[in-house]
């Protein structure tokens, strides 16, 4: 069984940084499609940044430029390093691990609070 375990979030001011963490066990992860999705109140889940197996990374427009995800296989482990917050960035944050269609796992999420 995977369960993807966040950490890292908090309160930052506008134009800070933070970076998050997203420890997942199983053998899986490497072979895994990783993801990080934000929910802010109101609004529905979105995805944030993506990475591959193989490395390949995807963004969201309205963080282009700010977040980075990467990988480390080692440690079955991802990260967003998220540079430049704007109060917009405020959700909560949930890390996603899919290592095929019936393996799907989300973690439990992580509060990013952006103060102006």
């Known amino acids: 069984q995977v369960q993807p375990v966040e950490s890292g979030g908090g309160l930052v001011q506008a134009g800070g940084s933070l970076r998050l963490s997203c420890a997942a066990s199983?053998?899986?992860?490497?072979?895994?499609?990783l993801g990080w999705y934000r929910q802010a109140p109101g609004k529905q889940r979105e995805l944030v940044a993506g990475?591959?197996?193989?490395?390949?990374?995807h963004y969201a427009d309205s963080v282009k430029g700010r977040f980075t995800i990467s990988r480390e296989n080692a440690k079955n482990t991802v990260y967003l390093q998220m540079n430049s917050l704007k109060p917009e960035d405020t959700a909560v944050y949930y890390c996603?691990?899919?290592?095929?269609?019936?393996?799907?796992?989300w973690g439990q999420g992580t509060q990013v609070t952006v103060s102006s």
């Open positions: 990475i591959t197996s193989r490395g390949s990374t």
């Open positions: 199983g053998s899986i992860f490497s072979i895994s499609t």
């Open positions: 996603n691990v899919v290592g095929g269609i019936a393996s799907v796992y």
